[in-house]
């Protein structure tokens, strides 16, 4: 199975072709989509910026990590979930479109870099003191999140 096939399977699926029939179905999942979006970008925000040594200084940054990720997996569910189903109501424009296929490659990216290298960061830090790396990994994190945000908001324009 090829990709293209893979997309047009998509939009003739029941869910596909309710989405794309629907007077209020994609609105309403990009509504979700959105809300989730802003979920997971305050459990990165909060995370990086402790990283950063500013703000909650008296909780340590793998604390916090732990504390907020059932926020960001759940967050990070509910997008991709919500993404299938906006991608379903218009599978070829999504398909053609080389915002949406950077989109796909740095969400990607920025979620091996989360569970891998940013972890390793969050785990190492110190309670007190934000080390190069440290900075390092949170400055990484929150490019890679911003550029998959804003690739998304490119898909309507490009």
């Known amino acids: 199975m090829t990709i293209l096939s893979l997309f047009q399977w998509l939009g003739h699926t029941s869910v596909g072709l309710a989405m ?5 179905g994609v ?4 509504m979700v989509h959105l809300l989730a979006l802003a979920v997971l970008g305050g459990t ?6 402790r990283l950063f040594g500013i703000g909650l200084k008296r909780q340590p940054a793998a604390r916090l990590a732990h504390e907020l990720s059932p926020l960001f997996g759940g967050s990070l569910g509910i997008l991709v979930f919500s993404g299938v189903l906006i991608v379903s109501a218009e599978p070829m424009k999504c398909y053609h479109s080389a915002a949406f296929r950077a989109k796909m490659l740095l969400l990607v990216i920025a979620i091996l870099f989360h ?10 830090a110190t309670q007190k003191i934000s080390t190069a790396s440290s900075k390092l990994a949170a400055a990484l994190s929150l490019a890679l999140w911003l550029s ?6 490119a898909i309507g324009f490009l």
Do not use: K, N
Request: aromatic residues 6%; hydrophobic residues 50%.
């Open 44 to 49: 990165i925000v909060l995370v990086d910026l």
């Open 27 to 30: 609105a309403v999942v990009e």
């Open 148 to 153: 998959v945000g804003l690739a998304g908001r």
């Open 115 to 124: 569970f891998t290298l940013h972890r390793s960061a969050v785990t190492s």
């Open 20 to 24: 794309r029939h629907s007077t209020w």
